[in-house]
């Protein structure tokens, strides 16, 4: 048939195309021929046109199997819009009444439609069986057809069921679709449909106009957000976080903040989330914050940053969301924050779920905290993750490209981990061969014997942080790959067998360190948050004067960190200086406040410092709420511990928001708490520490005082020394 059909005429008749991308035509006359078809493409690519084609052109119904009303909506009205045949295009799904059912059915007995939209729950559901036997069927298409597959990044177990009912209506071929799958994931999902001859068209994963990027995730988390959108005024972006609880916050932040923000999740309502995504497609806001559940329906070519707020499950999740900006080939800013937190809070997550998921679950998440500390060009390390060969050394378009580190030789590193693969005979993951190679004895290296074999601790006298690079860069370059049945296993390559018997020079960069207690300098189009050296210790020195004028030790005019705020943020007025971290009312009234800001004016004038945009980084209601309450509490001589039981909050988290509330200069009397819970000697001796000492430190303080006191007290006496001292 494909042969009788001028495709390109077609395609401006239905379309208004002159062209084809890349392999659509191709795909299409594959299905036109009757034969089943799998498409990877990336988001952007032109999947959609790949079936609604034909479907227009070959007698009969298409089945499209999709996971999302909205997305059946979305292209239902598409479809409908280009085509002057009444019910031309359907969706079935439980959205519609038994009218709306009817009139589909009627349009499909009639001829008139062509497409037929479908969720996998109601394909299976007995009377659409039933009613669809009935239809001549063109052939089904499987959209997201990476849901079949339990090593996919949106596994739904009904998508496992389709072969079965499709065998039940009645064959056609199949076309599967999908914008994300590594080999794993294809070869799994051509089993599971039953068509493993199946033609594979692969669209090439780079997308060379993102740009990515990992930073270290701290506590100015929100913060660092702002001050990126602020940085790109009007450009729509979407924000990812995994918790529903933290898109609220966020959302709410953003438009303390004047940013034209919504929240989108699926425990909103319909109507609410339809209004969402219409004011993101008209621009009405210019963020949403969401979890996952947002963006696989929405066709809006111009988002100018994804910004992942926690990292995701997998790298085939993280690509695909990154994968919906910059879809008209504009720019398009790929920002995640990174934190080991996180991704151990998210292997926690697992506990409870089969033995075979938490597998699974674990080895995504292993690459996807690759992909966030590797040195490497993040494009190479993607595009080989889906299986492609980016051959250039420096993509120019991601911060490891731009800010390179320095390569070391690791020629005979490789050598250490090639043998130890192979006596190991190729039969376990990299971190066994990593515990291997340095001469861990793990219980399960004891319960293989391995620990007898001459190669266990060959790499022992090495730095222990190469093995994980070398291995991963090793994966890049070809000398290793990864079996794709057994995920995960490490198989030495013939290229790798030759660098065993002759060695060539083999370069490699170590991982970047994401270290919790630090914060990181952000960058990006040349905007810093860099602190100012000459500043900072001119703040130090004029500290110094204060505490000495006051017989008050520094630490209580102002905290370090506050200090290293004022030394990046540049605040010129007592207004500013509230947004400073620890700076609240109580210390603005204080006579010395003036001074630091005196101070830092008279240095910008002097050293023509261009200050980054006036960012006033609120918080919202709900935080000072509680702050508001815990003071109202205390005021009324309610036990400390009693509070935070009325909160909800754990008390170590009930001192943390007292300690800021006298840190930022507002005055607490807890006296009567420790009169109750503390004698009078031991609160004097905490309290005479903190008079003697240059330091605030907790640490430094328990290993003074901890044989005698426990860090609880320590804390409270410190809450009450600071109170009295600074506010």
Sequence with gaps: MADKVNLTEALKKH????????????????????NDTFVLMPTGGGKSLCYQLPSLLM??????????IALMKNQVDVISNLSDTPGVAHYLNSSLNKAAIDQVKADIRAGNTKLLYVAPESLTKEDNVEFLRSVKISFYAIDEAHCISEWGHDFRPEYRRIRPIINEIGRAPIIALTATATDKVRTDIKKNLGMPEAQEFKSSFNRSNLYYEVRQKTKDVDKDIIKFIKQHPGKSGIIYCLSRKKVEELAAILRANEIKAAA????????????????????????????????????????????????????????QETGRSGRDGGEGICLAFYSQKDLQKLDKFMEGKPVAEQDIGRQLLQETAAYAETSVCRRKMLLHYFGEIYDRDNCGNCDNCRHPKEKIQADRQLVIALNAIAAIKENFRSDYVIDFIVGRETE????????????FGSGADEDENIWNPLIRQALIAGYLKKEVENYGLLKITPEGKKFMKKTKPFMIVKDNEFNEDEDTVLEHDGVTGALDPTLNSMLIDLRKKVSK???RPPYVIFQDVSLEQMATDYPVTLEELKNIQGVGEGKIKQPYAKEFVNLIKRYCEENDIVRQADLRVRTVAKKSMLKVSIIQSIDRQIALDDIANAKGIEFEELLDEVEAI?????????????????DEDRIDDIYDYFKESDTDDLETALEELGEDCSEDEIRLVRIKFISEMAN
């Design 15 to 34: 379309f208004g195309f002159d062209k084809f991308k890349g392999d659509q035509e191709a795909i299409i006359r594959n299905v036109l021929d009757g």
């Design 444 to 455: 399960e290296i004891l319960a293989h014997k391995h620990h007898d074999l001459e190669a």
């Design 59 to 68: 007698e009969g119904t298409a089945i499209i199997i999709s996971p999302l």
């Design 662 to 678: 006298v840190y930022s200069g507002t005055k607490l009397n807890i006296d009567y708490f420790l009169e109750e819970v503390m």
């Design 264 to 319: 989108y999740h699926a425990g909103l309502d319909s109507a609410t989330r339809s209004q969402t995504q219409d004011d993101f497609l008209m621009e009405k806001i210019d963020v949403i914050v969401a979890t996952i559940a947002f963006g696989m329906g929405i066709d809006k070519p111009d988002v100018r940053f994804v910004i992942h707020y926690d990292i995701p499950k997998s790298l085939e999740g993280y690509y």
């Design 549 to 551: 004028k006051m017989d």
